[in-house]
């Protein structure tokens, strides 16, 4: 394996958080091939003392986790749908997109964003790596090219006369392995006058809210804007605003444009969160050595309170099969014998074994038919929605559970 830091190349030394050895969160198991061996690989993050970028070694090619069976859909959370059509209002109004326009989306999963552009007559384009959600977006209309994002696919995207007026990916940037090539393949595409929004979970809120969880081998960077400027920089974009979002316990959502382009001036939001960011200490590299203390003391108190609460008796079932989920419950080695199954309201994940535990996933109706005395919500960053949903299950005395940041029941 070659561990070198995969923007500047840099040897990395420092280990950042080691979750020992873990299944490809995301790749749920058929209960015929329950029986069969399924590959781990090492879960241990690094921190580059260069550019201060952390990240996880690739153990997979691109091609293995972003398979065409691919589970997530991102229209399964109304939430997250509310959350893009927000943004789709915003940019729409901020850049006065109009019939004339391209808003191109890298990782355009089954086009619950580029949707809201199109009802406005914004012509959109998509592109998805993965088929089975690629086709998901052109049943709604959404015009998808099928390819991973880099220098190669944006030249034939330009030749195809698809430059960008607006460029944007939410949760994309931390999934590339080739990062150099990535950032690359946007400048050429963004027009001269063009706009770049990213999304991506900000690596201070992971810190400070403990969510480790949200480390698993489809996310092969994690960002602060003192990194990712680094990044944008070295391929001729200047990062002009910031906007610090609660979506996924703590997003960043960038603004970039070409450097050359002088009529976007940088705002004070940018220098602000830069203070902030060296006040929590992201500019010192013992700040990232001593943080998996914290991660390390999560794992004992959650297995105190759910061995405490399965000896007494007590029913545990889960809610959701996040790719983060996979990642708290193979770290804690939390199995069927203390969470009987879990839910989802995805058909893609229903009646299928999550990854490593081989815990069940049921459609949410088996928690009426069960009546258990706690629901461990896995996407704690869904909690008041998937609350709001389930809130029946007061009825019979039963209580919600999340982990992270700390152990709350409620």
């Known amino acids: 394996m070659n561990n070198l830091c995969r923007f500047c190349q840099n040897p990395l030394k420092h280990t950042f958080v080691d979750l020992g050895m873990s299944p490809v969160s995301n790749d749920y198991i058929d209960p015929t091939k329950a029986d069969e061996m399924e590959p781990f690989y090492p879960l241990r993050t690094y921190v580059c003392e260069q550019c201060l970028l952390v990240q996880l070694p690739s153990y997979q090619k691109r091609e293995e ?12 959370s109304t939430s997250w749908l509310q959350h893009a059509k927000e943004y789709a209002n915003m940019m729409m109004k901020r850049l006065g997109l109009g019939s004339d326009s391209l808003v191109v989306e890298l990782a355009s999963n089954d086009g619950y964003l580029l949707q ?4 406005q007559n914004v012509p959109v384009l998509g592109v998805e790596p993965c088929q089975n959600v690629a086709e998901a977006a052109e049943k709604i209309g959404i015009p998808t090219l099928v390819k991973f994002f880099g220098v190669e696919t944006a030249k034939e995207m330009l030749m195809n006369g698809n430059g960008a007026d607006l460029l944007l990916g939410n949760n994309v940037l931390a999934h590339v392995p080739d990062l150099n090539d990535f950032v690359a393949g946007m400048k050429i595409l963004l027009k001269e006058s063009g706009v770049i929004t990213i999304e991506f979970p900000h ?7 403990n969510q480790f969880d949200t480390i698993y081998h489809e996310h092969f960077s994690y960002f602060s804007l003192l990194a990712v400027e680094k990044v944008f920089a070295r391929h001729g974009f200047t990062i002009f605003d910031v906007e610090q979002l609660s979506t996924h316990g703590g997003s960043l959502r960038i603004f970039a444009r070409h450097t050359e382009n002088n009529s976007l001036p940088v705002t004070a939001r940018v220098q602000d969160l830069h203070e902030r960011e060296k006040q929590f200490g992201l500019h010192d590299l013992a700040t990232y050595s001593s943080w998996a203390s914290q991660v390390y003391e999560l794992k004992r108190t959650f297995l105190q309170w759910i061995c405490e609460e399965k000896n007494s008796g007590k029913i545990i079932v889960g809610y959701g099969a996040p790719a983060k989920g996979n990642t708290f419950l193979n770290y804690c080695g939390v199995r069927s014998d203390l969470i009987d199954y879990t839910v989802d309201k995805s058909p893609h994940k229903q009646n299928h074994l999550l990854p490593g535990t081989r815990i069940p996933i049921y459609d949410p109706e088996k928690i009426r038919k069960t009546k258990p005395d706690y629901v461990l919500i896995l996407p704690w960053n869904l909690q008041d929605e998937i609350a709001q949903q389930m809130d029946y299950i007061r009825e019979w005395g039963g209580k919600f559970v999340v982990a992270i940041p700390e152990i709350k029941v409620f």
């Open 65 to 76: 986790i972003f398979t065409n069976q691919y589970a997530y859909f991102s229209s399964f």
């Open 116 to 119: 809201y552009f199109k009802e």
């Open 203 to 209: 690596l201070m809120s992971l810190m400070k809210h």
